[in-house]
């Protein structure tokens, strides 16, 4: 392990500049899941490459080097100041971001993979990274089916992780569940005919790494476990909105990017400059709504609710049901596919009571949470992007 005698004075004053070909050291410890030394061979370390440009541009991480562990799983790798930047000199680069980089353990033959993601300049020894054993499993309950894991075990001071259930479709994001908002059950309605029939659990610790004394020395990572993917017993169920007209305020969208079957996040087309208080999907027949599910909405307030009405005449409306309050939405998964980004995007079902009314029209607005017992909620929210609305009708 190496901690350079000088660093610690070079902070202490208004800074120095290490030359381009001066050593940098990345050091830590890798574990089995048992918690034993590592044994699977050497560690992948990747950096972020810029793909695409102007607002669709996103980092892709790629491998850049391999990381030799020794047998009490421990390693030390030894990088130039050019490669983090810390010789502060202006140069061009490839990478989207010269001091990010991940270290990745070999992915599992069973599809699970265990990382490190993290930003150094100089020095830095990183939290252990520990291989999970998760036992994802599918379990049958009397509700129906459902995702059940191991809890991930602690490893030195790393926070503990936020767990996110998710399910993936060929063009986007299909399912999203953080753990805590709701229980990951599974079921026909969630795959449709757009997904890979798989279920994918990952466990996400973000933290900070105190290095040397100073200020702005502490090292962000965040550690990623994603569990090996779950085959689903089930096929999709097509929605009765499939391919159905939208309309946004007075606005008829034909053919409507919400009801197609693809999974992109689309911002809602709109008149002027506001953002859209209302989405209707304008049905093809008259039918009885058994479940609304409404995929990658994205409205950045917090405690927003969902509505779901109904009509009959697109004059007069009633409710069908509501979502429960919806958080900000900023905790989300670890992707290095663009297309399944969840940032701030919520996944919703709506279940309809039995005996709704035959419906034409569904519509869908957002309002604000009460603000405490018995008062009404605040005011309109506004919708600004959606992935897919699907209407499934009762038996």
């Known amino acids: 392990m190496r901690l350079s005698r000088l660093l610690p004075l070079c902070l202490a004053m208004t800074g120095c500049v290490m030359d381009p070909d001066e ?25 972020p490459r810029t793909v695409g440009e102007g607002a669709t541009a996103y980092s ?20 130039a100041a050019r490669d983090t930047g810390a010789d502060e ?19 599992g033959v069973d599809g699970a993979g265990d990382y490190m993601e993290f930003h150094f300049k100089r020095d830095v020894h990183l939290p252990p990274l520990r291989r999970w054993d998760s036992r994802v499993r599918l379990v049958e309950v009397a509700a129906g089916l459902r995702l059940a894991w191991e809890a991930v075990p602690p490893a030195g001071d790393i926070p503990e992780p936020r767990v996110f259930v998710r399910v993936h479709g060929a063009t986007g994001l299909a399912w999203l569940i953080r753990e805590g908002e709701g229980e990951p059950w599974l ?18 610790s973000q933290g900070l790494r105190p290095w040397v004394p100073g200020p702005d020395i502490d090292t962000g990572y965040s550690v990623m476990h994603e569990a090996p993917p779950v085959p689903l017993p089930f096929t999709g169920r097509v929605p ?71 009509s009959a005449d697109d004059a007069t409306w009633q409710p069908l049901g509501q979502s429960a309050p919806l958080s900000r939405g900023d905790e989300i998964p670890a992707t290095n596919d663009f297309s399944t ?35 009404p909620p605040s005011g309109p929210g506004y919708f600004a992007t959606l992935r897919e609305v699907s209407v499934f009708a009762a038996p």
């Open 23 to 47: 050593p940098v050291f990345l050091s830590g410890t890798v574990l089995e899941a048992d918690g034993s030394p590592w044994q699977g061979g050497p560690l992948t370390l990747m950096r």
């Open 60 to 79: 892709e991480y790629e491998p850049w080097g391999e990381v030799p562990v020794a047998a009490d799983g421990g390693y030390v790798h030894r990088l």
């Open 89 to 107: 000199l202006p140069r061009s680069s490839p990478w989207s971001d010269v001091t990010a980089f991940q270290l990745h353990l070999p992915t």
């Open 187 to 204: 079921y026909p309605e969630l795959l449709e005919d757009f997904t890979d029939g798989q279920a994918r659990v990952q466990a996400r």
């Open 240 to 310: 009765a909105s499939r391919g159905a007209d939208c309309q946004v305020e007075k606005l008829v969208v034909s053919p409507c990017p919400f009801t197609d079957g693809k999974l992109g996040a689309v911002v809602l087309p709109r008149p002027g400059n506001s953002l859209a208080k209302e989405l209707v999907v304008r049905l093809r027949q008259p039918l009885r709504p058994a479940r609304v599910i409404v995929r990658g909405l994205y409205n950045p307030a917090p405690e927003m609710v969902l509505h779901v009405e109904g």
């Open 341 to 375: 980004l969840g940032n701030a995007q919520h996944f919703v079902d709506v279940r309809m009571p039995p005996g709704a009314p035959m419906v034409t029209r569904v519509r869908l607005r957002l309002s604000y949470a009460s603000t405490g017992e018995g008062q």
